[in-house]
Nanobody, 126 residues
Framework: QVQLLETGGGLVQPGGSLRLSCAAS????????MGWFRQAPGKEREFVAA????????YYSDSVKGRFTISKDNAKSTVYLHMDSLPPEDPAVYYC???????????????????WGQGTAVTVSS
């Protein structure tokens, strides 16, 4: 059982930046694909970014490409999401899921991930 704890959420002004962190309990952290998803009230949970376990290559949704950066520190068992140029939008909870067996073709569906944290809330507003 992998336990995940997301931190770093809060209120940020439009155009600002925020860095989210996700600490994992798993010592074999490097073997897991780590993702970031977000969910606004009344909406589906959507893929934001992921780092695939085998190659460590990052993947992004089109909506955040060029503004968000996902990084993974295997020594600290932590994955980060650095968000720049945040637009004003509905508040959302950002989640950090992990999975040790999903295929590269399955990194975007939230159902592909076995382990989830409780999430951290982000509000972009002036």
């Amino acid at each position: 059982q992998v336990q995940l704890l997301e931190t770093g959420g809060g209120l940020v002004q439009p155009g600002g930046s925020l860095r989210l962190s996700c600490a994992a309990s798993e010592r074999t952290f490097s073997r897991y694909t780590m993702g970031w998803f977000r969910q606004a009230p009344g909406k589906e949970r959507e893929f934001v970014a992921a780092v695939f376990r085998t190659y460590g290559r990052p993947y992004y949704s089109d909506s955040v490409k060029g503004r968000f950066t996902i990084s993974k520190d295997n020594a600290k068992s932590t994955v980060y999401l650095h968000m720049d140029s945040l637009p004003p939008e509905d508040p959302a909870v950002y989640y950090c899921p992990a999975d040790g067996t999903l295929k590269l073709s399955s990194i975007t569906p939230h159902s592909a991930y076995d382990y989830w944290g409780q999430g951290t809330a982000v509000t972009v507003s002036s």
